[in-house]
């Protein structure tokens, strides 16, 4: 399963060509590349005739100078708010510091084409190595970091099927364990308030956990009343709302995470409902929004922390030896706390 | 008040400069740094002459070609942790995106240290402009970043004494309206449970708000008992159980911001003390935290996402026309909730 993450850039002339083919050293090179003026003329010019006859790109040539050299890792999340990732990346940063990196984080909106530019000008900017948050994206992303040789660790997610190195946890059974758990109180009408689910894969696997879970009771995926919107408090609410006002409106909530799930309880309190009394509502993440809400929320516990250091080891090693390790899934749990009971009867 | 940035480093060779001594244009010159094996031997000699002559420094050229090319702004936050600064920064990057700018974001934990070093960092990567959190830090930096020309922002903090261009609030003042509401209500035993003041002049002005406003009503500011503490719910709980521990605890517990405070709330309902009846507890910031707890915290509402935005529109135009605006303040307002009522009699 390991494999040499140099091996998929192999043509591509390195900064030790150059400095041989011009008889100098590469720190003379590195030098001639960065501060021309501190070289002697007839050097440069016998190091700049060597970039030229081996074609090294100033581009490549930027990134190959900058290996182990800039000492930044490059972090993507989706977004800064609501305290989804901050947790695991402060952790992330605070470990990398200790083996003396620098993390740079961008955020992209949830968009890919943000997403894309930001690792672009992250790898222009010398990134040893990215952290990304999840398996989906433009199979040329990849494609395009392999060739600059930049090693990326994907994050939030574990998935069995993708080989490359990663560091996450099973949101679909996660999510079903929860799930399983709502149904074995009895309740047969489940809502689900998701992320939108499209380019988003630990959203597309909390739904599939959640249908793994009817299945389960023998129960048709079909009867999940699913709403997907964007994370945050005020979509929570919004969800719950659209789903109370449904015909046979569900007696348990299961929401894609806990800013989705605060919402939803905001919104319950707003109806005059109480939770777990006339409805149930779950989370996912954990996170500290979960126990200051009354009464706190019944949610899937995320080793964030755990994560973010983890990571951290990670990158450092793959920076280090160029080996891509393979997948580590970590261990989850369920948080019974005070949002789910068994329904009315 | 205005002032132009570039007046700060006034006998710095430029560009300009290097490609009038050399008779070329300025866009040879930057081929020339930047890719010199695509420039002709000759047109290289004399700009790498002319380079030498004026002493023009390669970190500062880099710096120079960079601008306005990167595209690349920096911002450095204390911690990613708690959302303080999350809604803002992404306001911020989204402001940004408008323009075509990239935001790399950096988190100092706290540490003058580290964020020395994540400043150099994002200066030698390029950066067109920094976002800084506060006045406070070592004189030495700012004049490095004004060596290299490149422009510097400072968020969150409005001083009428400092001149450097800045976006914020005033920190003093608001907080010293909050606790004239509390004294009003007739509270005589304030207690404080702020951020620590060291390196943190957002934390001081406050403090310094909560004096005034003794003074203001004939009191002694050395009666206010404070608590310095890093920023978390753990550490607000846990200055909340030390003041309710004194002989004569306090009866209105002011926090320097929302964290701090929803911990004393959790405090507070952990030792069966009602909020407001018991004790009266305060934020400041309103961040999301503020309005999910029950009761829901009285605070003050800082604009983050306008502080944001229009730091954005500020920073484009530092970077574009060179010129620092003068520093603005913007308006806070007091949000009365649940948490705050006259003491018992």
Not at 114 to 125: C, F, G, K, N
Not at 176 to 205: F, K, P, Q, T, W
């Amino acid at each position: 399963m390991n494999r040499r993450l140099s091996d998929t850039a192999p043509n591509l002339p390195t900064l030790a060509d150059v400095a041989r083919v011009a008889g100098v050293s590469t720190a003379t090179v590195s030098r001639c590349l960065n501060s021309p003026a501190q070289v002697q003329t007839a050097t440069r010019d016998r190091v700049l005739s060597a970039v030229a006859t081996l074609g090294y790109s100033p581009n490549f040539g930027a990134r190959a100078l900058a290996a182990r050299r800039t000492g930044i890792i490059g972090a993507i999340i989706p977004t800064m708010e609501n305290a989804i990732f901050a947790r695991a990346i402060q952790a992330f940063q605070e470990e990398l510091h200790l083996s003396g990196l620098t993390l740079l984080v961008a955020s992209s909106s949830y968009s890919p084409e943000i997403e894309a530019d930001q690792i672009r000008t992250l790898v222009a900017r010398g990134a040893d190595a990215l952290l990304l948050i999840g398996h989906d994206r433009d199979p040329g992303i990849y494609d395009f970091l392999a060739q600059r040789g930049v090693p990326v660790l994907i994050a939030w997610a574990y998935d069995p099927t993708q080989a490359r190195a990663s560091i996450g946890f099973d949101n679909r059974r996660a999510m079903a364990g929860l799930a399983d758990e709502v149904l074995r109180l009895g309740h047969r009408h489940i809502g689900m308030i998701s992320a939108l689910a499209a380019g988003n894969d630990r959203a597309r696997d909390r739904i599939a956990g959640v249908h793994d879970a009817l299945r389960g009771h023998g129960l048709d995926p079909a009867t999940l009343h699913l709403i997907e919107t964007p994370y945050s408090i005020a979509n929570g609410a919004e969800g719950m709302a659209q789903l109370m006002a449904l015909p046979t409106p569900p007696t348990a909530v299961v929401c894609g995470n806990d800013v989705l799930a605060v919402g939803a309880l905001q919104m319950a309190r707003q109806l005059g409902l109480s939770v777990p009394q006339d409805v149930s509502i779950t989370g996912f993440d954990d996170i500290e929004l979960a126990t200051v809400v009354d009464p706190a929320l019944t949610t899937v516990h995320v080793p964030h922390r755990d994560m973010g250091r983890a990571a951290a080891r990670l990158l450092v090693d793959m920076v280090g030896d160029g080996v891509a390790p393979t997948p580590v899934c970590l261990d989850t749990n369920l948080c019974f706390r005070g949002t789910l009971a068994a329904p009315k009867t």
